[in-house]
């Protein structure tokens, strides 16, 4: 009885934590596509440093990913079917500019050096090239999708520099990064959910995962609304701003629901068994 009751609440704990932490789960589950293993090996080296050595390091990280970040952004500027997506891209650019001239002027004032960019950060040619060989109304759903990835690295990252960074000035830079990518994250996802029905997963950094996405949804290349042809505007009351989700919080959902569901399954057929042992016992 008590080893039938151990492997009962062995099973509950262990769809606990499969279900719950649906990031663990992508991590065992999930093949991890070759831009994001040495994105996470080069954030691995960054862990282990400390004081000068880390300041340094993370400048010529996170410099090749935001220059890789306003190159997709670029992508969708002027021909996303959406103006919220076109302004979105808008924001991104300046933000990360600004950013990069901040650490590139302070990598000079404080350890006299210019940035040497990390390569290991930089999205890989052929993904950059899949994304500009789109149309733009694909193109538009997969940055949103892929930009989402990205940020994620960008934020863990800056949580480390919160962390370890001894310069008010990079704490303070991080911080404003990760909150505005964090909204942005929210944002781009409460989009594609609202806009074009795809359930982007929830990110870790692997932006071969936002891609599939879009992908397996075998979205069409159009855009939600069509401008009639001659490119005139579209008729009054046809909207092709996106919906707004402002957030993405309710991804978990599904896997609150699940576990419920496979606890009460679990207790259910124990209990059943349970119950046959002691009247078989009873009986004999």
């Not at 400048?59 to 076109?86: F, L, Y």
């Not at 789109?134 to 930009?147: C, Q, S, T, V, Y």
């Not at 950094?205 to 042809?229: E, F, I, K, L, R």
């Amino acid at each position: 009885m008590k080893r039938l009751l151990s492997k009962v609440m062995m099973a509950v704990i262990l769809t606990i934590v499969v279900l719950v932490h649906p990031a663990l789960s992508t991590n065992v589950a999930a093949q991890h596509g070759p831009d994001f293993q040495k994105m996470q090996a080069a954030m691995d080296e960054l862990a282990q440093k400390s004081g000068q050595d880390f300041e340094i390091a993370y400048i010529n990280s996170i410099i090749p990913h935001h220059q890789d970040a306003i190159a997709m952004a670029r992508m969708v500027q002027n021909d996303a079917p959406h103006k919220e997506v076109r302004d979105a891209a808008t924001t991104i650019i300046n933000a990360q500019q600004k950013e990069i001239e901040d650490l590139t002027s302070w990598m000079s004032d404080w350890y006299g050096q210019q940035p040497n960019p990390d390569p290991r950060m930089k999205m890989s040619q052929s993904m950059m090239d899949m994304l500009m060989q789109a149309d733009p109304a694909m193109r538009e759903k997969l940055f949103l999708a892929m930009m989402r990835e990205h940020h994620e690295t960008a934020i863990k990252i800056g949580q480390l520099v919160l962390q370890k960074a001894t310069h008010n000035e990079l704490k303070d830079q991080a911080q404003e990064m990760i909150r505005s990518q964090q909204e942005e994250q929210a944002m781009f996802g409460g989009w594609l959910q609202g806009v074009f029905s795809i359930n982007p997963p929830v990110p870790t950094g692997d932006m071969q995962h936002g891609m599939d996405a879009v992908m397996s949804m075998g979205a069409p290349a159009m855009a939600p609304t069509t401008a009639p042809a001659g490119g005139a505007p579209a008729a009054p009351g046809t909207s092709t701003a996106p919906r707004a989700l402002p957030n993405t919080g309710d991804e978990g959902n599904q896997y609150r629901w699940a576990v419920l569901a496979v606890i009460t399954g679990v207790l259910l057929v124990s209990g059943y068994i349970l119950r046959r042992r002691a009247s078989q016992r009873a009986r004999g």
